[in-house]
């Protein structure tokens, strides 16, 4: 705890807490974050890394005090509008006390500055932010690993603008969020700088260190190891077809451009950022093995990153969507169509526990392989009931109606409802909130 502490306690007026009830500790009320300016130190050695990060607060009421997710990094300093603010570090959060109340509706800068060597979140879906590789750093945060990091607003609703740059040695390359506006080279370090212009969750925000390849042009770009560009390249070299065809059935790619990580170890599964992918070399094998894969993070560009659930009980709207595109992009290019595809995952499913609600699955099992799964057959019998013409047509009114923006289950049905004139009622309650797995409907 800082010398200066703040006595506050959630639940005192001034005090605020996140309206996710999956993840209560996560996220603050109170307040918007529009832009995060994050200036980072990295020694790969070691590992200390030090910060300035600035934030342009929103208050949405009169504020005498406000949290923050941050963890086990020391804060060394925090202003408010310039001024030195009061501060306490308590377990995952950072509670601040500026000098004198912030009303509502005008914007502030806040200023954190910090130190310390990163260390991931533990969690029940395993370690989760800033962690190591042997020769560099990768981060993957979803959904709560990014306070490992940066101190923000850990809530998939609260999305904003970020400028991010990372000084490193120069010998390693760094990729992060967004366009890369400038790169500086001194005698021994060289610093990066990122921009997405794009609002994005805190979750979705990565930065990955090490010595890599960087290659690509246009849209789409990469970062390998140079012992696994070869294979790379074969089994990646199909995105921009991919880009081409998820383009036409979910309308245009929302963002500047699509980058590609590969770091040297395996992973259990890629990682998804906003724009941004990271695989393990695992992925790599020279022969097509991880594709579907490939599609899967790709689609999350739409479903997940441009498109952000409100709150986390909506997961299958991310989840079920990018496994859907898996089963599109086989349909499109040779492969199995998307109804042997569902038709061969309801005969798996049907064996599993018949005991997940998929709108509301529980906090715990927002990441269960019968999420991915159902949601995926969700959206094939929607497709069926409602025929090819305006199924794509609703996927592209609902990506541009809502770009950028967050999204619930109950705004996709009313919007599916929309497109027939035929009830949905039944066949939404049956896939999205019964647990028994409904037949899918005949073609």
């Not at 309206?19 to 974050?33: E, S």
């Not at 595109?325 to 526990?353: F, I, K, M, N």
Request: with cysteine; aromatic share 10%.
């Amino acid at each position: 705890m800082s010398a200066k502490a703040d006595p506050a306690r959630a639940g005192e007026p001034g005090a605020t807490t996140s309206a996710d009830a999956y993840l209560p500790q996560h996220g603050n009320g109170g307040y918007r974050v529009t832009h995060y300016d994050l200036e980072l130190d990295y020694r790969v050695g070691p590992g200390r890394l030090d910060g300035l990060a600035r934030l342009t607060l929103a208050p949405t009421h009169a504020l005498t005090r406000f949290s923050l997710d941050f963890g086990k990094l020391r804060v060394i300093k925090v202003t408010v509008g310039g001024k030195a603010a009061r501060y306490a570090q308590r377990g995952s959060k950072l509670h601040v006390t500026p000098a004198k109340a912030l009303p509502a509706l005008s914007p502030v800068a806040v200023e954190v500055r910090y130190v310390g060597a990163p260390e991931p979140v533990p969690t029940v879906w395993g370690e989760l932010g800033w962690d190591y590789l042997d020769d560099g750093v990768i981060v993957a945060s979803q959904p709560i690993g990014s306070p490992s990091w940066f101190p923000c607003n850990d809530r998939p609703s609260d999305k904003a603008t970020y400028r991010i740059a990372v000084t490193v040695a120069s010998p390693y390359q760094v990729v992060a969020n967004g366009v890369l506006e400038s790169r500086r080279t001194s005698a021994s370090t060289t610093t990066w700088v990122y921009r997405l212009a794009q609002p994005t969750s805190a979750y979705l925000i990565s930065v990955q260190i090490g010595r890599y390849v960087l290659s690509g042009a246009g849209t789409v770009h990469a970062a390998v190891p140079a012992r696994l560009m070869v294979p790379f390249q074969y089994d990646f070299g199909r995105q921009p077809k991919m880009l081409a065809e998820f383009s036409e059935m979910f309308g245009p790619y929302p963002f500047d451009r699509y980058g590609v990580v590969v770091v040297d170890a395996e992973l259990d599964a890629p990682v998804e950022a906003q724009a941004l992918s990271i695989f393990g070399s695992n992925h790599v094998d020279g022969k097509r093995g991880s594709e579907n894969l490939v599609a899967h993070e790709l689609a999350h560009q739409w479903f997940g990153n441009s498109l952000t659930v409100a709150e986390w009980r909506h997961i299958w709207l991310n989840e079920g969507f990018a496994t859907y595109a898996e089963w599109l992009w086989t349909e499109v290019s040779g492969g199995d169509s998307a109804d042997t595809h569902a038709r061969r995952s309801w005969r798996e499913t049907v064996t599993q526990p018949q005991d997940l609600r998929l709108a509301d699955p529980g906090a715990q099992r927002i990441f269960d392989d019968r999420v991915y799964a159902r949601g995926a057959m969700t959206l094939h019998a929607l497709r069926l009931r409602l025929g090819d013409g305006a199924f794509f047509a609703l996927l592209r009114e609902w990506t541009s109606t809502h770009e950028h923006g967050v999204v619930t289950t109950e705004a996709f049905t009313a919007m599916a409802q929309r497109h027939t004139p035929w009830p949905l009622t039944e066949l939404f309650a049956r896939w999205l909130f019964d647990t028994a797995l409904p037949p899918l409907p005949s073609k």
